[in-house]
């Protein structure tokens, strides 16, 4: 099975302007991140729209391609990359594994897990899931919690606290069930990333603002694996600053 991980990077961000390019111990973040997944995986390809990013991922001895401006998610991105990717590479790929740009502290493990879950023939979609420590993330909104089954497959994502303890009061919660939030990686079977892109948004996705909803609406097998690593998302520059105080960089 040949896999191939491709890391979307856009200039216009909104809260963090130039993202890609922000300087970390000398390097731009975007290199930070392709040299973590040049551990993992073999091939590796920035996706961006902007020839600024190009240039730097160029100027490192990266591989890039330039996609369209027009893309409303990292998702849409990747599908176009790859398309030109094999188009002009005469490769034929049968995992994508989409790797966010502004996660500098990636860790190679990680990527191998995503490919682990491969080893599954079911699995169309693979992405990770991290055990909660601390009780105040179960209901905290803007972290994304994630039932699965017995084989860790995917039942369902959600900003609210699941599983609801009925009964139990929410400190006790932790110490009765096993909580686990999203850590947004994903990787693709290239059939599957043709398909979900044609999706129209469903009525799942639109009330909680969760992408993969519309794959478990429309009945795709997503398999998850547990990490231990947190994700660290630089999205702004007071994000930046934070992670140089807590001496990570």
């Not at 973590?36 to 391609?65: C, H, M, N, W, Y």
Request: aromatic share 8%.
């Amino acid at each position: 099975m040949k896999f191939i991980g491709i890391i979307p990077a856009r200039y216009a961000s909104t809260r963090f302007p130039g993202k890609p390019l922000a300087d970390i111990d000398g390097k731009p973040m975007i290199q930070r991140v392709y040299e973590q997944v040049k551990i993992a995986l073999d091939d590796v390809v920035v996706a961006t729209d902007d020839s600024r990013i190009a240039e730097a991922v160029k100027a490192f001895g990266g591989e890039v391609v330039m996609t369209s401006s027009e893309h409303q998610s990292g998702t849409d991105r990747i599908a176009e990359a790859i398309e030109k990717i094999e188009a002009e590479n005469s490769e034929n790929y049968q995992v994508i594994i989409n790797i966010q740009g502004d996660e500098p502290f990636i860790q190679p493990e990680q990527i191998l897990a995503l490919k682990d879950c491969f080893k599954t023939p079911s699995t169309q979609i693979a992405t990770l899931i991290k055990a909660i420590e601390n009780s105040e993330e179960i209901f905290d909104m803007n972290k994304v919690k994630v039932v699965v089954s017995k084989s860790l497959r995917a039942l369902y994502f959600s900003r609210s606290p699941i599983p609801f303890l009925r009964g139990s009061e929410k400190e006790d919660w932790m110490k009765k069930q096993t909580y686990y939030k999203h850590i947004g990686m994903y990787a693709y079977r290239r059939d599957t990333l043709n398909e979900i892109t044609k999706l129209p948004q469903s009525s799942l996705e639109i009330a909680e603002s969760l992408e993969q909803l519309r794959w478990l609406e429309n009945e795709y097998v997503i398999q998850t694996d547990i990490t231990k690593h947190e994700s660290i998302g630089i999205d702004t520059p007071e994000d930046l600053e934070r992670v140089k105080q807590l001496g990570l960089l």
